[in-house]
């Protein structure tokens, strides 16, 4: 994930899911968001080719993109992909292995930090960095779940 960002496109926050990937980002604008969105798909297919030493398709080609306005509607999209995992896998609890959560510096409850470098790029929005706990609603429980409310905002 860190050798996808670049000056003009961030991975911030990031979980792997069975059949897809949830992901924060900022994007300069809508070609850097094109472009990063195309080298991450790039990248990790060469990556699963490499480690499962196969070849073929491995992303379907589509990609949901949401502009995140508020600091509120930003901390629910972080709460989202931090512990959607808690959705779909019952009893559950602590932080995803299978996201950026280990390196998340917005938990309630202090975490260690791991040692291992961070898979992804710091926030350099004020929305993404301060303003969803800011003004969002505050850092995040670890035992918080997602709403189970689908939401009413349309998709870009």
Request: charge should be positive; aromatic fraction near 8%; hydrophobic fraction near 40%.
């Given at each position: 994930m860190a050798a996808a960002?670049?000056?003009?496109?961030?991975?911030?926050?990031?979980?792997v899911q069975v059949d897809h990937v949830h992901a924060i980002v900022e994007a300069d604008d809508?070609?850097?968001?094109?472009?990063?969105?195309?080298?991450?798909?790039?990248?990790?297919?060469?990556?699963?080719?490499?480690?499962?030493?196969?070849?073929?398709p491995v992303w379907s080609g589509k990609y949901h993109a949401r502009a995140l306005r508020t600091p509120r509607?930003?901390?629910t999209a972080i709460v989202y992909v931090l512990q959607n995992w808690k959705k779909h896998l019952r009893g559950v609890?602590?932080?995803d292995p299978c996201s950026s959560g280990p390196w998340f510096a917005g938990w309630q409850e202090p975490q260690p930090y791991p040692a291992t470098p961070s898979p992804?790029?710091?926030?350099?929005?004020w929305l993404a960095a301060r303003g969803w706990q800011e003004r969002g609603g505050g850092a995040v429980a670890i035992a918080e779940r997602p709403s189970t409310e689908r939401s009413r905002a349309p998709a870009r």
């Amino acid at each position: 994930m860190a050798a996808a960002c670049n000056p003009s496109f961030r991975i911030v926050v990031f979980s792997v899911q069975v059949d897809h990937v949830h992901a924060i980002v900022e994007a300069d604008d809508k070609r850097a968001l094109g472009r990063g969105i195309a080298g991450l798909r790039i990248r990790s297919a060469k990556s699963l080719h490499r480690a499962f030493n196969r070849t073929g398709p491995v992303w379907s080609g589509k990609y949901h993109a949401r502009a995140l306005r508020t600091p509120r509607e930003t901390r629910t999209a972080i709460v989202y992909v931090l512990q959607n995992w808690k959705k779909h896998l019952r009893g559950v609890s602590g932080i995803d292995p299978c996201s950026s959560g280990p390196w998340f510096a917005g938990w309630q409850e202090p975490q260690p930090y791991p040692a291992t470098p961070s898979p992804v790029a710091r926030p350099r929005t004020w929305l993404a960095a301060r303003g969803w706990q800011e003004r969002g609603g505050g850092a995040v429980a670890i035992a918080e779940r997602p709403s189970t409310e689908r939401s009413r905002a349309p998709a870009r």
